[in-house]
């Protein structure tokens, strides 16, 4: 029997493996885009000096890139870092059903709408014959909305939702068990805890008003300890350092009530003052507003926040607008007169060198000391709705909640 030889080759070394590895890798980045050659730490660089519209067309347009604006470390010197800018929201809006991002510092080019979202960020209930948007808060460049859902038999349900308008994420919260016909809200953060907090004071008509608190990514909305006599206020609380706050009077429960409908509408109020809850410790404390404030009542208040501080809009008379700011203590920055025929809906801005930014008739307008200009923008609605100040953040909302995987991340496909 002829014998056959047979040849026994030897595998490749580790070292042959890795060669060829490495040489595949050298192929595959050459191959790249010279822009996507760059070193990570170049690239980073380049992205802090780029505007925002420009940031949020590179976030969609490689994984590389959204990796990087993902970044944790990055992110956050990047938020500390962005001016604000304008959010509307059209959610309710029959047509748009959109929100809308404008750049401030470009707002005088026409064509400076950053970001056009018409993406399924909230879901609604096709159940409800009503079904209504509102916000509930802004932190951290995460919104929460309330959606109130109205059904055949008159009852009222809200849902919550948080969202992130730049990432297209959004995180459906639980619903509330207990219902109030009217409360006041607010989302904010803990940066002790790392955690995010939806807060609903209830207060109703007659009694004591309960704090209700979800941790959001813990499912479960609970009572705090705080309880305190009624008191009608802003509906919505700013978040600032750790801290919500709501501009709010005291009810005088020794007087009747006004109907209208069937429904009470106002009460004998005390002086208004400034509310604070400590979002991790979740307790209330009472602060002063302005001496001038003594005799106003919410309606005539407003509360914000600007470059890390608190800013107080007071209407002591129809065409005049007052802008306090809290630094050491309450100080009067601007007086805003106006004409008659103007009926300014919402302050959104102002700057030192006193031009302030303001919604009249659903449109977008720009105040100075010489003049009032109107601003109409490429690709925004002629009749805006809601509109506030928002930073614009690129972290993903998933890896800042404690529970991941109830995060519903949306598709990036969306109307331009």
């Known amino acids: 029997m002829k014998k056959t030889k047979a040849c026994c080759r030897h595998p490749p070394s580790s070292s042959d493996g ?16 010279y822009i996507l050659q760059l070193p990570d730490d170049v690239t980073v660089h380049i992205f802090c000096k780029l505007p925002i519209k420009t940031l ?17 470390q990055f992110t956050e010197d990047l938020f500390s870092r962005t001016p604000d800018c304008l959010l509307f929201n059209e959610l309710n809006h029959p047509k748009w059903k959109g929100q809308f991002l404008v750049d401030f510092d470009r707002a005088s080019n026409r064509n400076q709408v950053v970001l056009k979202r018409f993406s399924k960020i909230i879901y609604p209930n096709v159940k409800a014959k009503v079904s209504e948007y509102s916000l509930v808060g802004s932190c951290n460049g995460f919104l929460c909305y309330r959606e109130t859902l109205l059904y055949p038999a008159m009852t009222e349900v809200h849902c919550f939702y948080l969202t992130n308008p730049v990432t297209g994420e959004s995180l459906t919260l639980p619903t509330p068990t207990e219902p109030a016909k009217r409360d006041c809200l607010g989302f904010g953060f803990s940066p002790i805890s790392n955690l995010y907090k ?3 004071i209830m207060s109703p008509f007659e009694g004591s008003c309960d704090v209700m608190v979800l941790k959001v990514g813990s499912g479960i909305w609970r009572k705090t300890g705080e309880s305190f006599d009624s008191f009608h206020g802003n509906s919505l609380g700013v978040y ?7 501009i709010a009077q005291s009810c005088n429960r020794d007087r009747p009530f006004l109907y209208a409908y069937g429904i009470p509408v106002s009460v004998s109020v005390g002086a208004p003052f400034l509310c604070a809850f400590d979002v991790e410790r979740e307790c209330f404390q009472q602060l002063p507003l302005p001496p001038c404030c003594l005799h106003l009542t919410v309606a005539q208040l407003k509360l914000g926040v600007l470059k890390g501080s608190l800013f107080l809009i007071l209407r002591s008379t129809p ?5 306090w700011v809290m ?7 601007h007086e805003f007169t106006y004409s008659s025929k103007f009926c300014v809906t919402q302050i959104l801005k102002f700057t030192k060198e006193g031009k302030i930014w303001f919604t009249h008739e659903n449109r977008l307008w720009a105040y100075t000391p010489k003049m009032i ?3 109409d923008l490429d690709g925004l609605p002629s009749d ?5 100040l928002h930073i614009p953040n690129f972290t993903p909302l998933w890896p800042s909640l404690p529970n991941r995987n109830q995060v519903k991340q949306e598709s990036d496909k969306e109307s331009e």
């Open 240 to 246: 600032l350092n750790g801290f919500l706050y709501w």
């Open 319 to 323: 065409n005049m607008i007052e802008i």
């Open 373 to 375: 200009v109107r601003f």
């Open 198 to 200: 939806v807060v609903r």
């Open 56 to 72: 949020v067309e590179c976030n969609r347009t490689c994984k590389s890139w959204r990796r990087l604006l993902s970044d944790p």
């Open 384 to 388: 805006l709705s809601e509109g506030f």
């Open 327 to 333: 630094k050491e203590s309450w100080t009067k920055e």
């Open 18 to 33: 890795s060669l060829k590895l490495e040489v595949n890798e050298e192929e595959e980045h050459d191959h790249k885009p």
